[in-house]
């Protein structure tokens, strides 16, 4: 608790710093350097938004980590090579990050692989999007991995401007993308084209940009990044999400508040 207070007595003070080197030229050099309510409830909400962004450079570096254990390129980390790896610390020695979830755990959110039952693969994007690496700040508040697969969806969203696209118009589309895990553009393989063609089959030669299959899809052109669209929990019928799995708990009802 002691290291946690310190660390945001110095996070409070490199906010407060930061403002008044941003507002150097407009300051009066003759005022003491003080804040109002104003600007600290300002400086406060501007924290709780870009914290986010700072969390999420952590997730980075477990994601380089994860890559470089990949060895086959395809976004999956075999588990025993996951498990042998030594705990990640910082420059004062504080841990960052740790891969020690058991292997129920990981099944239970996704990130695992069992193609193979003898062989269990992680699901890196799964793995990084997963509760686990959630920072909890308040009981509004939840910081997780940034979704790196939005990036990639939204600009498909963008240029394609509508909620489906043939094939032809997102092949060389998305053959032109780079990623954080990808510095030069890949053309896509030709198989990987030609389930793009296989899913517009089924529904009027158009991709639907929002469903299942398209996801499915993304995750084996960017593996890294999107991730594969699991169906964790389902309903009494077998096929559809229960809402309990937005809360964590079957006996919770969802409600809401004027």
């Not at 080197?21 to 009066?28: K, L």
């Not at 914290?51 to 588990?79: I, N, Y």
């Not at 990640?88 to 193609?115: I, K, P």
């Not at 994007?125 to 910081?143: D, I, K, V």
Request: charged share 20%; proline share 6%.
């Amino acid at each position: 608790p002691t290291h946690a207070m310190d660390e945001f007595g110095k996070l409070a003070t490199n906010l407060a710093e930061a403002k008044f080197y941003c507002e150097r030229n407009s300051r009066n050099p003759f005022k003491a350097k003080t804040l109002s309510v104003v600007d600290v409830v300002q400086l406060v909400q501007e924290a709780v938004e870009g914290m986010g962004m700072w969390q999420d450079t952590d997730c980075k570096a477990m994601k380089r980590s994860l890559v470089h254990l990949d060895p086959e390129g395809d976004g999956r980390v075999p588990l025993n090579l996951v498990y042998d790896q030594p705990m990640t610390t910082d420059a004062h020695g504080e841990q960052v990050f740790r891969f020690s979830e058991s292997q129920d755990y990981l099944r239970s959110v996704g990130a695992l692989d069992e193609y193979m039952p003898s062989e269990p693969q992680v699901l890196v994007s799964n793995y990084l999007l997963g509760p686990a690496n959630c920072y909890r700040s308040t009981a509004l508040h939840t910081f997780c991995c940034l979704n790196e697969c939005d990036a990639v969806l939204g600009e498909v969203e963008r240029i394609v401007g509508g909620p489906s696209a043939a094939p032809h118009v997102l092949v060389p589309l998305l053959g032109n993308m780079t990623t954080s895990s990808r510095d030069e553009a890949e053309p896509l393989s030709k198989e990987l084209a030609q389930k793009l063609s296989a899913i517009a089959v089924h529904n009027w030669d158009k991709v639907p940009l929002h469903g299942r299959l398209f996801a499915q899809w993304l995750h084996f052109a960017f593996p890294y990044e999107c991730p594969y669209p699991h169906v964790t929990q389902k309903d009494r019928s077998g096929n559809a999400l229960m809402t309990s799995y937005f809360h964590g708990h079957a006996t919770t009802t969802a409600n809401w508040t004027d």
